[in-house]
């Protein structure tokens, strides 16, 4: 069963299954390439889930998919100011998540969710040691997926989730704040080339990650110079915004490359993805 949540915040005071009309949802949500939602409802709100692997970004998809491993000690954790919503984005929800909050929809029918924010802070889990994961990737695969959660979302207040024959509706209502859902990030070091880190550029604590795509050209050694430009002009714009020395610039290595070539107009042609990363000291 494959169910889509829409998140945006609401504070709702209603407990039980009850229709309702509520404002039309903002259209910008932040989706990926792909359309996949990388941010799932939890079965137990106590659980401790940052740091931990997933193997798969595809719903359903709740804690009790994820696992820790030896390869999980090469993340920390940090709190972070959130600039805007954290709960606003699609969602996912088995069936025991489903459950626990109350949801309950009919097939594939897509449920939107309304959820008032706990704070603009979070917790969150990033690569912290990028060398030493890649090491412990290449030296354990079976201990390393390509995925592990990177935030934890906090709220308080009611789901409400909507389905196109019923409308909106309530669910579950908690009065303190308490963890509801977890979000995924990519594990660039999963694979030696190709992976998740195209369609999700890495979460880094003390350090950033850098994702660079080419246009389409007719020559790899085009669409490599130009993947590396476009990444290398991310991360000279956050060093300059953050009041850094270009100097910082020197410590910028690139850690992953995929290439694709295919057929177009007037012969073959390439793509080019590169990971840039870039040590930052506070």
Known sequence: MHWQLLATSALLTIGCAKRIEL???PPDLPLDAAGVARRHLLVS???TVLGRFAS????PLDETSTRQTACGAFFDTAEITLDDDPLRGLYTATPGAAARWDIHSPGSAQITVWRE???RSA??????DPEGLAQCCAAEPAACDEWFVSLSHVGAGTLAWQTPADGWLFGTTTEEPAPFAFELSA???ATDGCGAWQRSVPRAIGGAFFLGVSNATFTEENARRDAITRATQQASELVRSSGRSDVVLDSLREERWCIDTFPGAGGTQHLAHVLLY?????
């Open 117 to 119: 924010p706990a704070a």
């Open 23 to 25: 404002p039309t949802v």
């Open 278 to 282: 870039l040590p930052l000291s506070e």
């Open 123 to 128: 917790r969150i889990a990033g690569i912290s």
């Open 56 to 59: 798969r970004d595809t719903s």
């Open 187 to 189: 594990n660039p070091y």
């Open 45 to 47: 709100p106590s659980s």
